[in-house]
């Protein structure tokens, strides 16, 4: 058991000690940084995907089928998520983080949002063929932004993981967090303006996939999107 003073000692040498840090090539893992003052800098688009209403699912379902819509949803997420070269970068419970890098990282962020909206439209089906007498519908909402990324190590020693300090990690979390019926994705104008026309347009005659809105909150220019995207 460590005690107060030697604890703030810690905290000190953090304020006191110069952070090396280095431009990234790629998302890093958590052995890419030292536990230290070490980062890596990187541009990057992060998105992160959020069950909605778990609270509703663990207190009036069985444990086991809460569990058996975590497991669909989170796998289906990462192996759509990989379709696209992104990265899992952390699970928060319901949710999962992500990272793209590289020119095309928004547009593989927006088609990856729109592909999860499918995704739950498929595991509703499959849901309600195993569980014909089931209320329960999955639901979820995607954040997306890009950025600077500042990657630091933080905890102690066999107790640790990489922090994503930057706009992006704190702007995706929060989009996913919104509550409007009818829409599931959520971006800032930072990703729409370097979206391709593909991610951008579709249907026929092709028109624009996402509405142009006002984030309150923030009072930023975001767009949303109801639209899914077949794989």
């Not at 088609?111 to 509703?124: E, P």
């Not at 849901?127 to 932004?145: F, V």
């Not at 026309?197 to 767009?223: F, L, S």
């Amino acid at each position: 058991m460590k005690s107060s003073q030697e604890i703030l000692a810690e905290v000190k040498e953090i304020f006191a000690t110069r952070w090396k840090a280095r431009e990234g090539q790629k998302v890093p893992d958590v052995n890419d940084v030292k536990l230290g003052n070490d980062a890596v800098r990187l541009e990057g688009t992060v998105l992160y995907a959020d069950m909605a209403d778990s609270t509703d699912l663990v207190n009036k379902h069985q444990d086991w089928f809460a569990a058996e819509v975590y497991k669909s949803y989170l796998v289906g997420a990462c192996h759509v998520i990989r379709n696209h070269s992104g990265e899992i970068t952390a699970f928060d419970g319901d949710r999962v983080m992500a990272v793209f890098i590289g020119g095309t990282k928004n547009s593989a962020a927006a088609k990856t949002a729109l592909q999860l909206s499918y995704l739950v439209a498929q595991i509703n089906v499959a849901m309600k063929e195993a569980y014909p007498n089931t209320s329960y519908q999955l639901r979820q909402a995607i954040g997306i932004d890009t950025s600077k990324l500042f990657v630091a190590r933080t905890g102690i020693r066999n107790a640790n993981d990489l922090v994503w300090v930057g706009r992006a990690a704190n702007y995706a979390a929060k989009l996913s967090g919104l509550a409007e019926p009818g829409y599931t994705a959520f971006i800032t104008e930072a990703v729409f303006d370097m979206l391709s026309d593909d991610t951008k347009y579709g249907g026929n005659p092709r028109r624009c996939m996402w509405e142009k809105r006002i984030w309150q909150a923030m009072g930023i220019v975001i767009y949303r999107s109801n639209w899914t995207w077949q794989f």
